[in-house]
């Protein structure tokens, strides 16, 4: 009875650690969720900021504005010719520009007599934002250069000097200055984060850029260097503040909001299911400790034919066991037992059949693996895409994401070789969100290859390998293609990475199906076994090197769909 005691006391500590451990990690996971916010944020941000710099860009290389500022300098200042040349220059520049909520005025300015106000929808910057802005325009040598906003004048101050490139001469033709609301960028994108009740923090080289209404400056003090997320005490209040650096400008942003708003509601289910797991749990040993004690005996007789079996003494095994147990589950399990010894040597002999039937099951179990995080990944870009109200994207790869759902569920284990090249250029076009300028992919093929038939989800595994190993090991740009060729003698099918490739150890090791697949992958050595169940005639080689990257041939023997035993 005291070892009875001691056991539930110590499976019910065992379940309270385990519950809380699993509580933790569920709250780390929301935490890096609220980062991943506000880097989404602030991306989007900084895609707005980008389309300013693109749009002085525009306008400082259009054909006709620098033709019209050229013969200005041909004419007299303030002629009849000059102002009729003025007018265009306004012209034009109004064209390129176009209409925008946050951009506020764009000016240009000869440095000397001519100061153009093209649109103008708040005051003028300050002479000495003005000037520091020239200088940099002139440390840039036409390059797109910018001004924080600051307290005394809340606007972003950027633009770039228009140099001539009619005959190379890059002469000095004046510069064009935007002055952007920072205020309406930024405000443009909340819908990305989540919290209703989140207060938004932005400050940059010159000072504070952006404040919410009720953003305590002691969240700007709480978190520690490095920090990217802390959670506070302020105002009898606890808060989840978390901290990003944009890329691009170097701003700091912060955000905040009450930590009971997401995570509340998370607390109490969590603090409900540990009570109500715990009661069960108590109700459950009380419970199965009488069970136990109804089933002691039964299982005993059973543990000690178990035991002869193991004696390889079959006959007096069977006879140990009574003829009837009853209809309880232990009766069942003897009953099953008994008959189980009685046909051992039909088992033995049908076990070339099981071998058979192992060796097709395995077969499944290689086609229908699928990879749980390029699932989370998927469904949780879409989601963000419906929240950015891009529907139709997030339609479109759904439509996607759903046809790759069902070709890994199909039952059929063959397809033809044109539909799964659409299968792997849909897991490739869902990837490219994701990876977005890391990642370069090119499908090439030929012949008739809608004719012939290939194991289903060959390609996606091998492509997943290229993004694991090549695009999120590689700094930079990644190309990945894959090439399929219908010739003579088979189906020539090539996937090639610019990864980091694989030392000759590292290549012995893959060919040798010692390595063990990144994640919840698919290895290389799946794929020559899928193929090996399949065909008695094909070629599989990889090709890497260091620093260069890797390929994956293969050659599968052309069969047609009508030979084809699906």
């Known amino acids: 009875m005291l070892s009875f005691a001691i056991f539930a006391i110590v499976l019910l500590l065992v379940c309270f650690f385990a519950l809380r451990y699993m509580s933790n990690v569920y709250n780390r996971e929301l935490y890096e969720k609220s980062v991943m916010e506000l880097e989404y944020y602030i991306k989007q941000t900084e895609n707005k900021l980008q389309s300013i710099e693109e749009?002085?860009?525009?306008?400082?290389?259009?054909?006709?504005?620098?033709?019209?500022?050229?013969?200005?300098?041909?004419?007299?200042?303030?002629?009849?010719?000059?102002?009729?040349?003025?007018?265009?220059?306004?012209?034009?520049?109004?064209?390129?520009?176009?209409?925008?909520?946050?951009?506020?005025?764009?000016?240009?300015?000869?440095?000397?007599?001519?100061?153009?106000?093209?649109?103008?929808?708040?005051?003028?910057?300050?002479?000495?934002?003005?000037?520091?802005?020239?200088?940099?325009?002139?440390?840039?040598?036409?390059?797109?250069?910018?001004?924080?906003?600051?307290?005394?004048?809340p606007y972003l101050v950027s633009g770039r000097y228009v140099r001539e490139l009619k005959g190379m001469t890059l002469k000095n033709l004046g510069a064009v200055i935007f002055i952007s609301d920072i205020k309406s960028i930024i405000n443009e994108n909340r819908d990305g984060l989540s919290a209703e009740s989140s207060r938004l923090y932005i400050c940059g080289e010159n000072g504070e850029i952006y404040r919410d209404e009720g953003f305590d400056d002691i969240l700007l003090t709480s978190m520690g260097e490095g920090e990217d997320y802390h959670i506070i005490r302020a105002d009898n209040e606890k808060y989840f503040v978390c901290r990003r650096v944009s890329d691009k400008t170097g701003w700091i942003f912060i955000n905040s909001f009450p930590y009971t708003e997401i995570y509340g509601q998370i607390i109490l289910v969590r603090n409900v299911l540990a009570g109500l797991f715990f009661l069960y749990t108590i109700i459950g040993i009380a419970v199965g400790r009488r069970i136990v004690r109804n089933l002691l005996n039964p299982l005993n007789e059973l543990n000690r034919s178990v035991k002869i079996v193991e004696s390889g003494d079959f006959k007096a095994a069977e006879e140990m066991l009574k003829d009837n147990y009853g209809r309880d589950e232990i009766g069942e399990l003897a009953s099953e037992f008994k008959y189980m010894l009685g046909q051992i040597d039909n088992l033995i002999n049908e076990n070339y059949k099981k071998q058979l039937l192992l060796k097709d099951t395995s077969y499944k179990m290689l086609r229908s693996q699928i990879n749980s995080h390029f699932i989370y990944n998927t469904l949780n870009t879409i989601a963000w895409m419906v929240r950015l109200e891009k529907n139709s994207e997030a339609a479109a790869m759904l439509v996607d994401f759903g046809d790759i759902l069902r070709a890994s569920l199909a039952k059929e284990p063959y397809t033809t070789v044109s539909e799964e090249v659409d299968i792997a250029e849909k897991y490739m076009y869902i990837q490219s969100f994701r990876y977005e300028d890391k990642l370069d992919f090119q499908m090439d093929t030929s012949g008739s290859l809608d004719k012939y038939m290939i194991p289903r989800l060959v390609l996606q595994p091998l492509l997943e390998n290229a993004i694991n190993y090549g695009v999120e090991e590689k700094a930079g740009l990644c190309r990945v293609s894959c090439t399929i060729n219908e010739k003579e003698n088979g189906i020539y099918i090539e996937i090639r990475d610019s990864g980091r490739g694989m030392s000759a150890d590292e290549l012995k090791a893959v060919r040798e199906g010692t390595v063990k697949p990144k994640g919840h992958g698919i290895g290389i050595q799946n794929i020559r076994e899928r193929f090996a169940l399949i065909y008695s005639d094909f070629d599989f080689d990889i090709e890497s090197e260091k620093n260069e990257g890797t390929a994956v041939k293969m050659r599968i023997p052309k069969i047609r769909r009508e030979d084809f035993d699906v």
């Open 55 to 153: 749009l002085s860009e525009r306008v400082a290389l259009d054909s006709e504005i620098q033709s019209t500022l050229s013969s200005m300098d041909d004419v007299e200042y303030l002629s009849s010719d000059y102002m009729v040349l003025t007018d265009e220059l306004r012209r034009l520049i109004l064209y390129n520009v176009g209409t925008s909520d946050y951009i506020k005025a764009v000016k240009y300015t000869d440095g000397n007599a001519l100061d153009m106000t093209v649109i103008n929808r708040v005051t003028s910057p300050p002479k000495e934002t003005k000037e520091k802005l020239m200088e940099e325009f002139g440390e840039k040598q036409g390059g797109y250069a910018y001004y924080s906003p600051t307290e005394n004048y």
